[in-house]
């Protein structure tokens, strides 16, 4: 049946109405803008906001199941939060050289996307809107790569882009032009084939980059492959996670639990023992906790002797991969950590929040967040002056 002049009109009216929000265009993804403000919303413990200003940085924190990576910043007292919707973002890191944040987002396919502070393309730095959001991070490019590879940490190693293929058990690189190649994955993987990069064995998740991939060091939940794997039920936890050295492709430390976010704070190496919540380092080949925390440990970055640490609840199906942690007294957060005392500084918490994967403070890409504000004063008027008039595409 031929639709009537009005039916058609009304059809060509919700096209031409579809994909005008700023927000869904930047991500393509006609639900970014209906993000729930429950999830947003946040308490705040102690000298948190204190902490972050004097370290002269924004602290972004992506939250992989709720699909929200948020940005914190903090100048002469006054707090600024603002988030952008990816789907499942992971891993975050900053390259210093060419100053643009990089975040992978672990869905199928996964995605890495490069941001930059949006002076860097204005044609009309004089608006109000370029004067307020002329710091904002916007995309300038994305990468997309197999699913299969599930995407973890990131890290900027020599100038090149690395990060934790976590199905193949590698670190693979990732190149600006496309696509990616192993690049280094430890012993135990290597069989009379080949490595054995078909299925995830070890959960090898997190890089604490040093000057070469040599120099690093990886994080994982197992030593070597068995039958039984990381995402079973029957997976034993306990004492069984490790850190690989670069160099060897051996163990060099043992008995963590579920392992996750190895970092070096100077010449210490630190890890989140996320299974019983703790944040600690690691001497002579052993984990010495400095504090537990309440919740899943995991996301750490180190600035001048403060950490700041991000907690997750426990996923009701993997409750048996938090054997140090009682569900209900579990939370979502990022704590601000004095190394040298152990002592929690403050906290930002989110109420109705779940998993927090990365926590990054974003050094030389001098930001002030995303555009899209949480509880603050830009007008969605003025986010659509920004993206229209300030700036050059």
Known sequence: MKPSGSELAALWAHHHGELRDPHQVIVQWQQAAATDPDLLRFRVRGR???????????LVVTR???????ALHAARGRPRVS???VPHPSGLAVDRRRRRLLLASTRNPNMIVDLVPARRFLKSAGTQAARELGSALLPVSCRYLPGGLYLHDLAVIGGRLFGNAVAMNAVVELPPEGGFRPAWWPECIDGPRGPRFDRNYLQLNSIAAGRTLKESYFSASAATPSARRPGHRNFAVEGRGVLFWGKTRAVVATGLTRPHSARFGGRTLWVANSGHGELGRIVDGRFHPLLRLPGWTRGLCIHRGVAFVGTSRVIPR???????????????GVHAVELKTGRIV???????????????????????????????????????????KATAG
């Open 48 to 58: 948190f906001w204190e902490a972050l200003e004097a370290t002269g940085q924004t």
């Open 64 to 70: 992989e199941y709720e699909h929200i990576v948020v």
């Open 83 to 85: 988030y952008l919707r």
């Open 318 to 332: 993997f409750r048996a991969y938090a054997p140090g942690l009682h569900p209900d007294r579990c939370e979502s």
């Open 346 to 388: 403050g906290s930002l918490v989110w109420p109705r929040g779940n998993q927090i994967f990365a926590v990054e403070l974003t050094g030389a890409v001098h930001t002030i967040g995303f555009p899209f504000r949480v509880g603050g004063p830009t007008a969605p008027a003025k986010i659509r002056e920004f993206f229209f």
